[in-house]
T-cell receptor
Framework: KNEVEQSPQNLTAQEGEFITINCSYSVGISALHWLQQHPGGGIVSLFMLSSGKKKHGRLIATINIQEKHSSLHITASHPRDSAVYICAVSIPPTSGSRLTFGEGTQLTVNP | GAVVSQHPSWVICKSGTSVKIECRSLDFQATTMFWYRQFPKQSLMLMATSNEGSKATYEQGVEKDKFLINHASLTLSTLTVTSAHPEDSSFYIC????????????FGSGTRLTVV
């Protein structure tokens, strides 16, 4: 069993829909990261969370430390949101240490 | 901001030759950089942790003599794939993290290596 599990693996939505991607982890972490990988391969860091909730534009990320679970929400989805979304965790002793990755969620938003 | 520049973005080389990939932190100092490999439809696999001024730490199963890492300055790490073979064809990407509570990891744009 992977230390970081994401669901769903694939997600297809219509433009405008509200999207949720889930991430569960089984180890103690110092931080959780949501990453976006575009078809060309480039990776963008969307959020780094250690507690609570963060919002950036149409993206919202939440984390529940007790339940070892995080969600990434996209409101008013758009075709340009189509990408692979990856959940990754930093494992102590320091948050600057290596990341452990989930398998990723392929999101396709159709016009 | 925190920007990491990676070059080249793609390279085609002949079997048996060596290829060097550069990863530069443009606006911050990175004492540690990470090198990943990614096969199609798979997640990132950590190859090694590059430490400025000292030897890299390689993950189990990664040949250190094949994948040479040099981190000679606080802003530059290089990965050299030596004596490349077709099975080394893959997507290689580096990352670093700017110190500070609000900074996540910054990734290079990646290098797609094809060995023919």
């Amino acid at each position: 069993k992977n230390e970081v599990e994401q669901s769903p693996q694939n997600l297809t939505a219509q433009e405008g829909e509200f999207i949720t991607i889930n991430c569960s982890y089984s180890v103690g972490i110092s931080a959780l990261h949501w990453l976006q990988q575009h078809p060309g391969g480039g990776i963008v860091s969307l959020f780094m969370l250690s507690s609570g909730k963060k919002k950036h534009g149409r993206l919202i990320a939440t984390i529940n430390i007790q339940e070892k679970h995080s969600s990434l929400h996209i409101t008013a989805s758009h075709p340009r949101d189509s990408a692979v979304y990856i959940c990754a965790v930093s494992i102590p002793p320091t948050s600057g240490s290596r990341l452990t990755f989930g398998e990723g969620t392929q999101l396709t938003v159709n016009p | 901001g925190a920007v990491v520049s990676q070059h080249p973005s793609w390279v085609i080389c002949k079997s048996g030759t060596s290829v060097k990939i550069e990863c530069r932190s443009l606006d911050f100092q990175a004492t540690t950089m990470f090198w990943y490999r990614q096969f199609p439809k798979q997640s990132l696999m950590l190859m090694a942790t590059s430490n400025e001024g000292s030897k890299a730490t390689y993950e189990q199963g990664v040949e250190k003599d094949k994948f040479l890492i040099n981190h000679a300055s606080l802003t530059l790490s290089t990965l050299t794939v030596t004596s490349a073979h077709p099975e080394d064809s893959s997507f290689y990407i580096c990352s670093a993290r700017k110190t500070g509570a609000n900074y996540g990891y910054t990734f290079g744009s990646g290098t797609r290596l094809t060995v023919v």
